[in-house]
């Protein structure tokens, strides 16, 4: 639009060039030949006005050029330059001046520059103001009048307006089928870039729908897995730890944490990711809070900070800043009511958890009540198994007077040993119950060759030696003892120079408990009454002892052993060796 404004602004200055040349000389031909003017006309005041007119003219045409709406300013121009060529035209009598034709000619193009509907009413209107003008002058003055040269004229204007409209309307009409094939090509592109960013949209929807499925697949693999993990692990710690650690990982949160229902009350059993006062503040009584609800109703429940629950109330100052949460009943098929919690907190992808998001740890609650229910059992089973093996072993000890209290004194030696080398408190647990259960074997022992009032001999010895090999056979299935205890019972008659039976192995291959329960029981034996002899006294046990060190005992073992002896359990022992406390 611009370059059109352009082109036409040196058309209307043409124009007022023209006007003004006109008036020029109509005043020089006046001064010369004032005949050609109206008669009826003062000249004077006529020139006056037609001056005035042009200047207000062309004063209003440039204010309004820059300012108005470019239709309302090709408007006003046209109808000012149909006003002033009729005021020209009056003032002439005879002679037209030739510029009155230029004005014709400038005016159609500012017309056909617009459309062609106002070019040919620019052109209509000023044949008939023209015929008209010349009909009052006609009237006024017959004579100065020619009807046929003054109609040849309106239809030369009609003519040379029709003429030169053609190419104006070609050009128009050039650029309306340029306009519709531009609006055709902006509707297609239009039309182009929707089914674009309609295709994008389903690839997007398309690809999101994958990333679920994969993520849904994904996740029941690893449920899968876990289950069959589950399942094979017998040890309730080690199951309270695979699930938490899975389901924080699994569900893509900070939090985790597996809760249990105690006497009416809900104890947290293990978390990752929880400081121990948002333990504090997650533990309550059944019914009261949100997890203490989950675990009164069986139905799950999931929060976020945003839905101002009042059972949220008691989470907002935690050192974890929790955000959200989930908690999922553990429930059994077989229990009335939830034995425990399991809890997820701190997306952290997403605000919110979803109905998916409960439906997995659902399903994951579910396989791990199952398997924790078995594996308590399981547990409870091998207790009962491992409570009747030691019933049995000390009904095998019973049999004996001699050895009666055998194994507590042992389990006692074998403690005190075990704190003077400084091993931690799992240690020394394990060697203790290692200690109880190290001649369990015995009970496949032959009640002759075990209550025999002598001496072994060789086939007998044999025999008797069997115990120890009988001892792991019986607790090898026990798969809640540590395999170190076992092995432990296993070679507690090991000699650290390897004469020791029933693997014959030196040195530090022999498990440290063994060697430590071999001094223990070693000791005890010696200073126990047997039917055929007495027992030492606990000095002269030790000095002969003594002289095993590098043979038949860890020299280092021994050593600890003596200084203990001195120490603490020579006052002990011998003020009741039956049963040290």
């Not at 120490?567 to 039956?578: F, G, H, L, N, S």
Request: with cysteine; net charge negative; hydrophobic share 40%.
């Amino acid at each position: 639009m611009t370059a059109r404004w352009n082109l036409e602004r040196k058309f209307y200055y043409l124009r007022w060039l023209l006007y003004l040349l006109s008036f020029i000389l109509i005043f020089l031909l006046a001064r010369e030949n004032p005949g050609i003017l109206n008669a009826k006309a003062q000249f004077a005041t006529k020139l006056f006005y037609l001056g005035l007119g042009v200047v207000v003219y062309f004063g209003i045409t440039l204010a309004l050029f820059e300012k108005v709406n470019y239709y309302v300013f090709h408007y006003f121009c046209l109808a000012a330059d149909i006003v002033l060529i009729s005021l020209l035209n009056m003032v002439t009598y005879k002679v037209h001046p030739p510029f009155f034709y230029l004005y014709f000619f400038v005016i159609l193009y500012g017309g056909y520059a617009q459309s062609l509907v106002v070019s040919m009413a620019s052109t209509v209107g000023m044949a008939l103001v023209y015929g008209f003008l010349t009909l009052m002058r006609y009237a006024s003055d017959p004579s100065g009048i020619q009807p046929a040269s003054e109609i040849f004229r309106i239809i030369i204007f009609l003519s040379c307006g029709y003429l030169v409209g053609i190419p104006f309307d070609m050009e128009e009409l050039e650029k309306n089928d340029q306009k519709r094939m531009k609006d055709e090509q902006t509707k297609n592109a239009r039309f182009l870039e929707e089914q674009y960013n309609r295709s994008r949209a389903l690839v997007k929807d398309l690809e999101k729908k994958t990333e679920e499925l994969h993520d849904k697949s994904r996740k029941l693999e690893t449920l899968m897995a876990l289950g069959r993990m589950m399942s094979s692990t017998r040890n309730l710690d080690a199951l309270m730890d695979l699930v938490v650690n899975q389901s924080k990982e699994w569900m893509n949160t900070q939090i985790s944490f597996f809760m249990f229902v105690e006497d009416d009350k809900l104890e947290m059993a293990l978390s990752n990711g929880l400081s121990e006062a948002s333990q504090q503040a997650l533990s309550s009584k059944v019914g009261e809070g949100i997890c203490g609800e989950v675990a009164k109703t069986g139905r799950p429940i999931r929060l976020s900070q945003k839905d101002e629950d009042i059972r949220f109330a008691s989470l907002l100052g935690s050192p974890e800043r929790i955000r959200n949460i989930l908690c999922v009943p553990l429930k059994s098929a077989d229990d009335k009511r939830p034995f425990g919690v399991l809890g997820v907190a701190n997306l952290l992808i997403g605000d919110d958890f979803t109905e998916m998001h409960e439906s997995y740890l659902m399903l994951l609650a579910a396989d791990t009540s199952v398997s924790y229910k078995n594996a308590f059992l399981l547990v409870q089973l091998e207790r009962s198994y491992l409570e009747m093996i030691l019933a049995l072993a000390q009904a095998v000890e019973a049999k004996d007077p001699y050895t009666h209290g055998h194994i507590d004194r042992v389990r006692w030696l074998s403690v005190k040993l075990a704190k003077a080398m400084n091993m931690d408190e799992e240690d020394q647990e394990m060697i203790a119950k290692a200690a109880i259960l190290h001649d369990v074997g015995k009970i496949g022992t032959p009640d002759h060759i075990l209550l025999k009032p002598g001496p072994l001999d060789d086939q007998e010895r044999d025999i008797m030696n069997h115990h120890t090999t009988g001892s792991y056979r019986i607790l090898k299935d026990i798969n809640s003892l540590d395999e170190r205890v076992k092995l432990m019972v296993l070679h507690h008659h090991e000699r650290y120079d390897g004469k020791g039976y029933p693997s014959g192995i030196t040195g530090d291959k022999i498990p440290l408990g063994a060697q430590i329960i071999a001094v223990a029981d070693t000791f005890d034996a010696m200073t126990s009454d047997r039917p055929y002899r007495k027992g030492f006294d606990p000095d002269i046990a030790i000095d002969r002892m003594r002289e095993c060190g590098g043979t038949q005992f860890d020299p280092k073992v021994l050593k600890t052993f003596i200084r203990a002896y001195e120490k603490d359990i020579r006052k002990v022992w011998k003020k009741e060796a039956d049963s040290p406390d």
